[in-house]
């Protein structure tokens, strides 16, 4: 018999960025098998609309699509407003968006860190501004970021990300503490190598880089996890479905780890 462990989330509004494939869309979809209402956002109307079926579909969820990027602050206030519009309000979000493009120190132009600045660090900041006013009116909510792993150790040739994140865990300790005396939690998540489309490109990226073959790649990166496999992305979904939910209700200015033991400091 299936033991269903009940988050304690039924009802509840559940903001997903960036979620027509990968990482987002496997949460948003752990949110709705939780009995929520769920919001999701991504650029293009088709993809996105397709992820909302599918959600729908396989949970009778009440799922709204709103066509929107995170990188720009109308993009961000359409999602978040859409979502309202159509729900009452917000009690969960999940700042997410497309992963900075590869490169190294050197090679970045100041234009690549500027989008990188807008897509990665703003774009959590404008989610989260935007959501608090209601989860404020709600006497309560929880934030979970998706990051990455680089914010405890750098990944090679994704400087961005190894800086930006950084940014951003700064941003939601300091934000922690603001909010915590109205009941809103504030907590993010750390992803090792996790089988998505972003995962793919970025194997092919570093195979091309360093003229070997892309299964080569793969090869020697599962040697180095000790699970010795890539993670899903409906395991990274539990554990933010679970950091949002009640059954966290003591747990704010966390960043939790998820990589199947690849990271191998203390702390
Ligand atoms: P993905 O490429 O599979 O999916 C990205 C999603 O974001 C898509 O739905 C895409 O349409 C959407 N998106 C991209 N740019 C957007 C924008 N400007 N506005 C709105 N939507 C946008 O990637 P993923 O693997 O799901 O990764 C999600 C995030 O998690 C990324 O920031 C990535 O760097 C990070 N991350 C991923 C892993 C991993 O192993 N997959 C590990 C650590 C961190």
Not at 57 to 86: K, L, Y
Not at 130 to 138: D, G, I
Not at 179 to 206: C, F, M, S, Y
Not at 234 to 261: C, H, K, M, P
Request: aromatic share 4%.
């Amino acid at each position: 018999m299936a033991v269903i462990v009940d988050l304690g989330i039924r009802g509840k509004v559940a903001l997903v960025a960036a979620a027509s494939q990968g990482l987002g869309r496997a949460t948003a979809m752990a949110f709705a098998r939780e009995g929520c209402k769920v919001a999701i956002c991504a650029r293009n109307a088709g993809p996105l609309n397709a992820a909302a079926n599918a959600i729908r579909t396989e949970t009778n969820a009440e799922v709204v699509a709103v066509p929107a990027d995170v990188m720009r602050t109308d993009g961000v206030t359409s999602f978040v407003d859409g979502a309202i519009r159509a729900f009452g309000g917000i009690d969960i979000l999940v700042p997410n968006a497309g992963g900075p493009p590869a490169g190294s120190f050197e090679t970045l132009t100041d234009e690549q860190w500027a989008k990188g600045w807008e897509l990665t660090f703003l774009s959590t900041v404008r989610l989260v501004r935007s959501s608090l006013p209601s989860m404020r009116q709600r006497h309560g909510g929880a934030v979970v970021a998706i990051l990455s792993m680089s914010v405890r150790q750098p990944i090679d040739n994704l400087v961005l990300s190894n800086a930006l994140r950084l940014g951003i865990v700064g941003a939601l300790k300091s934000l922690a503490r603001e909010v915590a005396k109205d009941r809103i939690r504030v907590n993010g998540v750390a992803p090792g190598w996790i089988a998505t489309d972003r995962t793919v490109e970025l194997q092919r990226i570093r195979a091309e880089r360093e003229s070997r073959r892309p299964e080569d790649v793969q090869a020697a990166l599962l040697q180095e996890i000790p699970l010795g496999r890539m993670g899903k992305a409906e395991e990274v979904a539990d554990l933010i479905a679970f950091l949002a939910s009640d059954r966290a209700a003591y747990i704010t200015g966390v960043i939790a780890q998820i990589d199947g033991g690849l990271y191998r400091g203390i702390f």
